[in-house]
T-cell receptor, first 116, second 116 residues
Framework: ETGVTQSPTHLIKTRGQQVTLRCSSQ?????VSWYQQALGQGPQFIFQ???????GRGNFPPRFSGLQFPNYSSELNVNALELDDSALYLC???????????????FGQGTRLTVV | TQLLEQSPQFLSIQEGENLTVYCNSS?????LQWYRQEPGEGPVLLVT?????EVKKLKRLTFQFGDARKDSSLHITAAQPGDTGLYLC????????????????FGKGTKLSVKP
C-alpha cells in the first residue's frame, strides 16, 4: 500500500456535467501529479501541483483544472465532460526538492470515471 | 517530444517460461522506472534505473538500463501466474525536449498473462 488515497473509486457522469476527483498524498510528500489512463493505454500526464501551484502541464485543455491544499492533498476538476473523458484517473505523490528534482512517484488506486 | 515504445504489447506464456519486455526511445532519460499494474489499480513501482548499463535484480526479475540511457529491458525468469499484469516503463520528462518538469512519460505497456 502506497499511502496515496483517491476518492471516489468509481463515478458515472453524464456528458456536459462537471466532476471533482480527490487525492490525499503520502505523508512527507509535497507534490501531486494527475494522470489520465484510457483503456489499453499507458497513463498520460495532466498536470502537477507543488506548493499549491500548477508546476507543469501536459497536453490537456483548460477544462481540466486542479487545486492543491496546504496539507498537500489535491483535487482534479473536469468541466463540460465529454465521452472521451472516460478513463482511469490516477494521482501520484512525490517529494520535489528544487535542487534534486522529484523523488519516485507513488500512485493511488485511481478513480474510474465513466461518461455516458 | 519524448516517447517510450514498449514491445511486445501483449504476451501470453505458460508458467515456467522466460520472457523479456523492451522499452525504447530516441531520447535520453535521466532515469527509467518500471511499474506493474493490475486491473482497476494504480501502477506499483518495481524499480528505478539511473546509470547507463545498470542492471538491477528483484527476485526473478532483472532490469537493465541501456548504456546510452535510451532503452531498458525487463526479463522475467520462470514466470508464475502471479506475474500476470500490465508492465509499464516510464521516464521523467525533460524541459530540453519540450516536456514539463517532473512529469512521467509512460509507454503503452505490455500486458502479460501467465497461464498455469
Amino acid at each position: 500500500e502506497t499511502g496515496v488515497t483517491q476518492s471516489p473509486t468509481h463515478l458515472i457522469k453524464t456528458r456536459g456535467q462537471q466532476v471533482t476527483l480527490r487525492c490525499s498524498s503520502q505523508s512527507g510528500h509535497n507534490t501531486v501529479s494527475w494522470y489520465q489512463q484510457a483503456l489499453g493505454q499507458g497513463p498520460q500526464f495532466i498536470f502537477q501541483y507543488y506548493r499549491e501551484e500548477e508546476n507543469g502541464r501536459g497536453n490537456f485543455p483548460p477544462r481540466f483544472s486542479g487545486l492543491q491544499f496546504p496539507n498537500y492533498s489535491s483535487e482534479l476538476n473536469v468541466n463540460a465532460l465529454e465521452l472521451d473523458d472516460s478513463a482511469l484517473y490516477l494521482c501520484a505523490s512525490s517529494f520535489l526538492a528544487t535542487s534534486a528534482g522529484n523523488t519516485e512517484a507513488f500512485f493511488g488506486q485511481g478513480t474510474r470515471l465513466t461518461v455516458v | 517530444t519524448q516517447l517510450l515504445e514498449q514491445s511486445p504489447q501483449f504476451l501470453s506464456i505458460q508458467e515456467g517460461e522466460n520472457l523479456t519486455v523492451y522499452c525504447n526511445s530516441s531520447s535520453v532519460f535521466s532515469s527509467l522506472q518500471w511499474y506493474r499494474q493490475e486491473p482497476g489499480e494504480g501502477p506499483v513501482l518495481l524499480v528505478t534505473v539511473v546509470t547507463g548499463g545498470e542492471v538491477k535484480k528483484l527476485k526473478r526479475l532483472t532490469f537493465q538500463f541501456g548504456d546510452a540511457r535510451k532503452d531498458s529491458s525487463l526479463h522475467i525468469t520462470a514466470a508464475q501466474p502471479g506475474d500476470t499484469g500490465l508492465y509499464l516503463c516510464a521516464g521523467r520528462g525533460s524541459m530540453n525536449y519540450g516536456g514539463s518538469q517532473g512529469n512521467l512519460i509512460f509507454g503503452k505497456g505490455t500486458k502479460l498473462s501467465v497461464k498455469p
